[in-house]
């Protein structure tokens, strides 16, 4: 099938798709599938959890009295679960990787089960004006959760995605949506309520796939938002690679000191990747996530995608632990790189310029 987003000069395009910037995406053969099954099992792998999982009741006060602040919004970011991040910036409310279902498969009798419930339901949730879609993996790209939110009562959010996904939407009956190609720019205008505020989809090492037959179709990738009162970068999916220099790079003169410095936040994924051998192509483990942290040069940065799916062969519980011990080995605080429980709100300061 060809590429109809094809330009031979972007070295990420393929005339049939497209890649990452410095290691070939191969999916994994069907021997190494059951390799690791069987490992997987003959280990007893994943473990039970040692802890319960932390999660608190949502601060629905604020978080609602915050979302009709207009331009007097608090920049905040409330973990919802997984991936899922609500995040109240330069007056708007906008929702990452909205994934609400009880299950990240085809069909809700089979495949990863929820573990721990949404921070928030989607009928506790203030009006959404932007959905972030990092790429169409089903515990990323919920249908039900972005049906649900295309008929909020008072309009549909703007859903920006990567290349390629403008059609499975519009199978749907949802038409705004705005695809960005790695680096492209959205800029949405300042209101009477909100900042003028700009999305730039960033390079991630993943890949993509929604059926046996389309991998690598449709494009992936993470979000720099910038208001003036907060840099948000949100990750993704992603394995390590030196992308994460290349977007300091891209962004340092946004981030020189004297225009306030780095991301005030990064969303940083610290769960799914054990083992390594099968993992570590897509999949950051903790230490390599607190990498990604001193290769952006942010300010802080919250644990996400953890704690909510057993996709991968570590308890579920496992990544925070893994973190704490990588924070302690390059000497960053724990305030800085912060494990929050599902539904807990993070208030952040103005940025200052």
């Given at each position: 099938m060809k590429n109809p987003y094809f330009n031979p000069a972007k070295k990420h395009h393929r005339p049939d798709?497209?890649?990452?910037?410095?290691?070939?995406?191969?999916?994994?053969?069907?021997?190494?599938?059951?390799?690791?099954?069987?490992?997987?099992?003959?280990a007893g792998h994943p473990r039970p959890v040692n802890q319960p999982i932390p999660v608190v009741a949502p601060d629905l006060d604020f978080i609602h009295a915050n979302a009709?602040?207009?331009?007097?919004?608090?920049?905040?970011?409330?973990?919802?679960?997984?991936?899922?991040?609500?995040?109240?910036?330069?007056?708007?409310?906008i929702l990452t990787d909205p994934v609400f279902?009880?299950?990240?498969?085809?069909?809700?009798?089979?495949?990863?089960?929820?573990?721990?419930?949404?921070?928030?339901?989607?009928?506790?949730?203030p009006h959404i004006d932007v959905v972030l879609l990092s790429h169409n993996h089903y515990d990323h790209m919920d249908e039900a959760s972005l049906r649900h939110?295309?008929?909020?009562?008072?309009?549909?959010p703007l859903f920006?995605?990567?290349?390629?996904?403008?059609?499975?939407?519009?199978?749907?009956?949802?038409?705004?949506?705005?695809?960005?190609?790695?680096?492209?720019?959205?800029?949405?205008?300042?209101?009477?309520?909100?900042?003028?505020?700009?999305?730039?989809?960033?390079?991630?090492?993943?890949?993509?796939?929604?059926?046996?037959?389309?991998?690598l179709r449709s494009l992936w990738g993470g979000f720099a938002v910038c208001s003036p009162d907060s840099h948000v970068f949100?990750?993704?999916?992603?394995?390590?690679?030196?992308?994460?220099?290349?977007?300091?790079?891209?962004f340092a003169r946004e981030h020189a000191p004297e225009q306030g410095g780095g991301f005030d936040l990064a969303l940083l994924p610290i769960g799914a990747y054990e083992p390594r051998w099968f993992m570590?192509?897509?999949?950051?483990?903790?230490?390599?996530?607190?990498?990604i942290f001193q290769d952006l040069g942010c300010k802080r940065a919250m644990a996400v995608h953890w704690g909510t799916f057993q996709l991968t062969d570590e308890a579920l519980d496992e990544p925070?632990?893994?973190?704490?011990?990588?924070?302690?080995?390059?000497?960053?605080?724990?305030?800085?790189?912060?494990?929050?429980?599902?539904g807990q709100t993070w208030r952040l300061p103005a940025r200052q310029r």
């Open positions: 798709g497209f890649q990452n910037n410095y290691q070939s995406f191969r999916g994994k053969r069907w021997h190494e599938i059951l390799r690791w099954r069987w490992q997987a099992w003959r009709q602040a207009g331009v007097a919004m608090q920049p905040a970011a409330t973990w919802i679960g997984h991936i899922t991040v609500l995040l109240q910036i330069g007056g708007l409310n279902s009880e299950r990240c498969f085809p069909v809700q009798w089979a495949g990863p089960q929820r573990q721990t419930p949404p921070g928030l339901n989607l009928a506790q949730l939110l295309a008929q909020q009562v008072h309009g549909a920006i995605t990567p290349l390629g996904h403008k059609q499975w939407f519009a199978r749907r009956g949802i038409h705004c949506v705005i695809e960005l190609d790695w680096w492209d720019r959205y800029e949405l205008a300042a209101t009477e309520q909100s900042h003028h505020l700009s999305v730039t989809l960033t390079p991630a090492q993943h890949w993509s796939a929604r059926t046996a037959t389309d991998a949100f990750a993704g999916d992603t394995a390590y690679s030196k992308d994460f220099v290349d977007i300091r790079q891209h570590k192509d897509q999949h950051v483990n903790p230490e390599e996530s607190v990498q925070p632990r893994a973190l704490a011990s990588a924070l302690h080995r390059q000497g960053i605080s724990p305030d800085d790189f912060r494990v929050l429980a599902i």
